[in-house]
């Protein structure tokens, strides 16, 4: 085991692409660790005898063994270590909130800079060349056959049905993923810009993978319209598995929003990423190129709208947000990236209409001037109008990013799956099941929008029960 280095070593930073460059361009912004930068980062690793990282991960990855080897130099052993709890790390690497999971649990991180553990895993997942789609799905040489009579099916191919395939392929089940849209990846695809997860290079690689391990994607079928739950049963599948996010769009519920030039964040997103907007004409998806955009609300899916705008061409861009920059819920980085781009925060404001010119196009939007009162039920303290404090800003293009709802298409078609009040699935928290035996939901359709490794966790709770149900080795 290698020593650890001293605790007061600065973090290695991580090279990125200058702001004034990477803004007019769609390539990754972060370009990842070398060898000798990520074994320099492992070393700071103080390997604790109670590793708080792990408690702060999801899935609970094996935190200081992978950065052990790593800090050794072995990056393949780093990399089976990851893999023996995480089936996604190359884009867990990219995506994940560290700072409020793992990283904000390092030891480290109580007296100076914890200990890069997303950046290292992206380092480790990047560089293992693989061997065979066994390897990279699981870090092992050796899978168990398929067998065709053992049959699941996944409804949705995000990440927490990914994680399922990926589970139960490698331990000789036939998986069958069933895709809504015309590309597999869910929100990886279709949410999440290629400046911060690129598609090919991460995303169809572990699809690919997942293909040569014999698992079927069917896309172009919407569950709940084209074929239901029981259908499936019908067809021989001896579980479920429901992993559709929650793709319903909230609105901010003020006049205006049905000008042309407002978009809700999931249609503009979806848009620009799926449909390749960003290529047209190569692609025949058009979007409004906007010169003056607006975004509304201030997560990780304000700042990726706000950052794809501006390398669409805006002139100007402003998140608007009700509260302050230190009160957003998207990531540090994530913030910082947009200010260096260039995206303004306009904070302390929230929008009370749109208004459009006599082609019913965006034209402006009237703000409410706020102040921060006392603290609401969540600890923050509450925005409130300041009376009387009103301003106008121009903007033709709106991007309303507020968060998501659960979709009613599938569940409405099955009465026998209990939902809350919000219309979200009910499941066993141990288990992942549902009220109707062996039909298993995970992900954003259970909790509500959340993170991809909170969806994997999902994902990896219910493929091992479905694993043993179905006499399958587990872990």
Do not use: W
């Amino acid at each position: 085991m290698p020593r650890a280095a001293a605790p007061a070593a600065p973090r290695v930073a991580m090279p990125v692409q200058p702001a004034a460059e990477r803004v007019r361009n769609f390539e990754e912004v972060a370009l990842g660790y070398t060898f000798d930068m990520a074994v320099a980062e492992a070393r700071r690793c103080l390997q604790c005898k109670r590793p708080l990282c792990v408690k702060g991960c999801p899935v609970e990855v094996p935190i200081p063994a992978f950065i052990a080897h790593l800090a050794a130099g072995d990056v393949g052993a780093a990399y089976r270590a990851v893999k023996t709890a995480n089936s996604l790390p190359a884009i867990c690497g990219r995506v994940c909130p560290q700072e409020t999971q793992c990283v904000g649990a390092c030891v480290l991180g109580r007296k100076g800079e914890p200990v890069a553990i997303g950046r290292l895993e992206r380092f480790v997942a990047d560089q293992y060349v693989h061997m065979d789609a066994c390897d990279l799905l699981t870090g092992a040489r050796d899978c168990t056959p398929v067998d065709p009579a053992r049959r699941v099916a996944c409804i949705g191919s995000g990440p927490s049905s990914l994680t399922v395939a990926g589970y139960l392929s490698t331990r000789g089940v036939k998986v069958t993923v069933f895709e809504a849209l015309h590309e597999v990846g869910g929100v990886l695809v279709y949410g999440i810009p290629e400046f911060r997860l690129p598609k090919d290079r991460i995303v169809a690689k572990e699809v690919r993978a997942l293909g040569t391990q014999q698992v079927e994607f069917v896309t172009n079928r919407v569950g709940g319209k084209t074929f239901s739950i029981r259908d499936l049963f019908e067809q021989g599948f001896s579980a479920v598995f429901v992993g559709v996010g929650a793709g319903l769009p909230r609105f901010l519920g003020i006049p205006g929003e049905n000008l042309n030039g407002v978009f809700t964040a999931n249609e503009y997103l979806t848009r620009v990423n799926l449909g390749r907007a960003y290529d047209f004409p190569n692609h025949d998806t058009p979007v409004i190129l906007g010169r003056n955009v607006t975004v509304y609300g201030a997560g990780n899916v304000a700042m990726d709208a706000a950052r794809t705008a501006l390398r669409l061409g805006a002139a100007s861009v402003r998140v608007v947000y009700r509260r302050t920059v230190a009160d957003m819920p998207a990531r540090r980085e994530e913030i910082e990236h947009a200010q260096e781009e260039g995206v303004v925060m306009q904070t302390l404001v929230a929008p009370l209409a749109f208004s459009g010119d006599e082609r019913f196009a965006l034209r402006a939007v009237t703000l409410q001037q706020m102040e921060l009162g006392e603290p609401d039920a969540s600890g923050r303290r509450r925005p409130v109008p300041v009376p009387g404090r009103t301003m106008e800003l121009e903007t033709d293009l709106a991007i309303i990013a507020v968060g998501t709802r659960a979709n009613p298409l599938l569940l409405a078609s099955e009465p026998g799956i209990a939902v809350d009040q919000r219309g979200y699935i009910v499941v066993d928290e141990a288990t992942g099941e549902t009220s109707m035996p062996n039909v298993f939901a995970g992900g954003d359709i259970v909790t509500g929008a959340a993170t991809v490794i909170q969806a994997m966790g999902a994902g990896r709770r219910a493929a091992r029960v479905i694993a043993g149900r179905l006499g399958c080795p587990q872990d």
